[in-house]
Every structure is written in C-alpha cells, then in structure tokens.
C-alpha cells in the first residue's frame, strides 16, 4: 500500500512532478515600473478565466472543463487537471489597478501591473562607498 501511495502515480503524481498542488504554475517578476505576472493555464479558454486586481493583490481563478467525456473499456490515467482553480498573490509593490493589463495566447495568461507612482518613488538605487 506504501508504495502504491509513495509510487508514480501515487501521492507525488496527484500533487505534480514538484510535490505542489499550486495550480496554475505562476512567474511573477518585479521590474522598476511595473510587475509582471505569467500563469500557464493550458487547455482553458479565455472566457473561463477571471482576473481580480487591488493596489496589492491579484487573484487569477476559473475553471479547466473537461474536454470530451471517458466512455468504453480500457485503462486510462488522468494526470491532466481540471475543475476549478483559485491562486491569489500579495504583490511586492504596490500596483495602480486602473491601468493593469491582461492578455492571454497560447494558453499563457500574462498581466502587466504598472506600480504606483507611491512605490516607484520608494525604490531607490544608493552609492556604496568604499573603505
């Protein structure tokens, strides 16, 4: 039983090749004026997704249907996720939500957050001296 939980297709298969049930896999970078946020979400259409944005969150939900109903005999393993999905980010900086930007091709969702100019002003580039 250990193994059939611990195995392949056991407990580090249900959760992913990672051992992280966080679903979709997210890239959030932080540049001088903005942060940008990538998600994959293969296999999702556009119109199942929802993105929430405040001056230092973003929420990204929706849902992954399935694409065509398992009938007949036969083995088969589901690996690929589907249902809903619900991942919420506290932003590094604070971002200005009337001016973000959403686009989504090829099944990668990326969002551009302009900082405020609050945050711009915050970071700054100091001299180091030396001895």
Do not use: H
């Given at each position: ?45 556009k119109d199942d997704i929802d993105v929430m944005v405040n001056e230092d969150s973003v929420m990204i939900r929706g849902e ?68």
């Amino acid at each position: 039983m250990m193994e059939d939980f611990f195995g392949p297709l056991g407990w580090r298969g249900r959760l992913g090749p990672w051992g992280s049930a966080a679903w979709p896999r997210v890239d959030l970078e932080e540049k001088d004026d903005e942060i940008r946020i990538r998600a994959e979400l293969p296999g999702v259409d556009k119109d199942d997704i929802d993105v929430m944005v405040n001056e230092d969150s973003v929420m990204i939900r929706g849902e992954k249907k399935e694409e065509e109903e398992k009938k007949g005999k036969g083995a088969y393993v589901l690996e690929c996720y589907q249902g809903f999905f619900e991942r919420r980010f506290f932003l590094p900086s604070e971002v200005e939500p009337d001016r973000a930007e959403a686009t989504f091709k090829n099944g990668v969702l990326s969002l551009k957050l302009p900082k405020s100019p609050a945050a711009r002003e915050r970071v700054k580039k100091i001299a180091i001296r030396g001895e």
